[in-house]
């Protein structure tokens, strides 16, 4: 029994026994005889048809509603009797085009004089008051990028980015932050080849970008100003530096920009300046071997002396890190008071008060042709415009009143 097969019956044996082409003689027994439909004709009326009396015309208007005075109809007395629903008049429930609209559309457009006077206000905000022309100049700077229709001289130097970006963005920082006061501006040239010498500090070169600003913002001149190797090294900074007017720091490119009457800026301290100890601050370093004097005695133009207070305090460096600094090729690591220690945020200058004082400028032209491969001369120029710088430096820590006051 246990290999018994369980057959299910209709599913499987010889044909007409359960196969589903015919039923088997034992189904057909089982069913019994076959008796024939009765169809009924289609017009015989129902039970309640025959037994409902008929009503007259009388009858009929009587039970007829009237629909103006509220009364039922005879579909709702029906409906009523019988315990259905009542009748939902549709066309009053279906909302109309208009309903539709406000549903789909709940707040009305903004008018057109609403959109003009928030896009004046956005303006004003941006460009101030005089907004019109300065949109107006703004959209002109555009379609000059656009089309290509803007000047960049030989070193890369684009006046318009400098002061529309450059010089806005750093404007800010010098007014604000460092406060920064500038004298002695008349000594500044106004037009023609001119010298800026100043001294170095501030563990980062920021001297140099506020005294760019300030001579920009004093005389309306751009300060073309000499860059270390370093500088244009770095993929960004040195594109960025470019832009700004700065070049290599070589006698060739300064002798060439003096000639076409640019007001050159000058750093002879270079790493040295910005890398000393704060211990050591607003004492000046070796300017060099003097290739400054000779560029600006070859050219004949004049050399102003510049002396900036303020510039030590913003990032005081009280250590170093040699053997790092020879690892990423760098001329030193600072380690200030916050830097590295409080992170990113010891990166954040300090707001020290900033004093700038241009001093009188140092005549070159008075010298003969010859004069610049004259060592002695060029050691004794260079010694005068150091000296000059020096005493300018502790005459004006003595009016500071305090560092950051």
């Not at 290999?3 to 026994?17: C, K, L, S, V």
């Not at 004709?41 to 009388?58: G, H, I, L, M, R």
């Not at 907004?131 to 089309?147: D, G, K, M, Y």
């Not at 010098?174 to 001119?194: D, H, L, Q, S, Y």
Request: charged content about 25%; some cysteine.
């Amino acid at each position: 029994m246990g290999d018994a097969e369980i057959i299910p019956i209709g599913t499987r044996g010889r044909q007409g026994r359960g196969s589903g082409q015919r039923p088997s003689s034992a189904a057909r027994n089982l069913a019994g005889p076959s008796r024939p439909r009765r169809e009924e004709p289609a017009d015989a009326p129902t039970e309640a048809e025959d037994t409902a009396p008929e009503q007259s015309a009388d009858e009929v208007a009587e039970q007829v509603a009237d629909p103006a005075a509220g009364q039922p109809t005879v579909a709702e007395r029906a409906a009523a009797s019988r315990g259905d629903s009542p009748v939902v008049d549709l066309a009053g429930a279906l909302p109309t085009s208009d309903t539709r609209v406000r549903e789909r559309h709940p707040l009305r457009g903004i008018p057109v004089g609403d959109w003009l006077s928030a896009f004046q206000r956005a303006a004003k905000e941006v460009f101030g008051e005089q907004w019109e022309p300065r949109l107006a100049e703004f959209l002109a700077f555009l379609r000059r990028r656009v089309t290509g229709e803007y000047v960049v001289d030989d070193f890369g130097f684009d006046a318009e980015v400098t002061e529309r970006f450059f010089i806005a963005a750093l404007r800010p920082i010098a007014e604000k932050w460092f406060r920064v006061e500038v004298r002695g501006v008349e000594n500044i040239p106004t037009e023609g080849g001119a010298l800026v010498v100043s001294n170095h500090s501030g563990t980062v070169p920021v001297d140099g970008l506020m005294t760019m600003v300030s001579v920009h913002d004093a005389t309306g001149r751009h300060l073309r100003a000499l860059g270390a190797d370093l500088v244009f090294q770095m993929p960004f900074v040195s594109t960025m530096a470019r832009k700004g007017g700065a070049t290599l720091a070589c006698n060739e490119d300064a002798e060439r920009m003096l000639r076409q009457g640019e007001l050159v800026g000058v750093w002879p301290e270079g790493f040295k300046g910005i890398g000393k100890p704060y211990s050591e601050r607003y004492k000046l370093q070796r300017f060099g071997r003097g290739g400054f004097v000779s560029a600006a005695l070859r050219t004949g133009v004049p050399i102003v002396p510049l002396s900036v207070v303020g510039a030590e305090e913003i990032y005081p460096l009280v250590g170093n890190i040699p053997a790092l600094a020879r690892l990423l090729g760098v001329p030193y690591i600072p380690i200030t008071p916050l830097f590295p220690l409080l992170g990113p945020l010891g990166l954040v200058p300090l707001p020290s008060k900033w004093l700038m004082e241009f001093g009188e400028p140092v005549r070159t032209d008075e010298y003969d042709d010859g004069a610049a491969d004259d060592p002695m001369l060029v050691f004794d120029v260079t010694d005068q415009v150091r000296e000059s710088i020096q005493q300018t430096l502790y005459s004006l820590l003595m009016q500071r009143r305090s560092v950051f006051g």
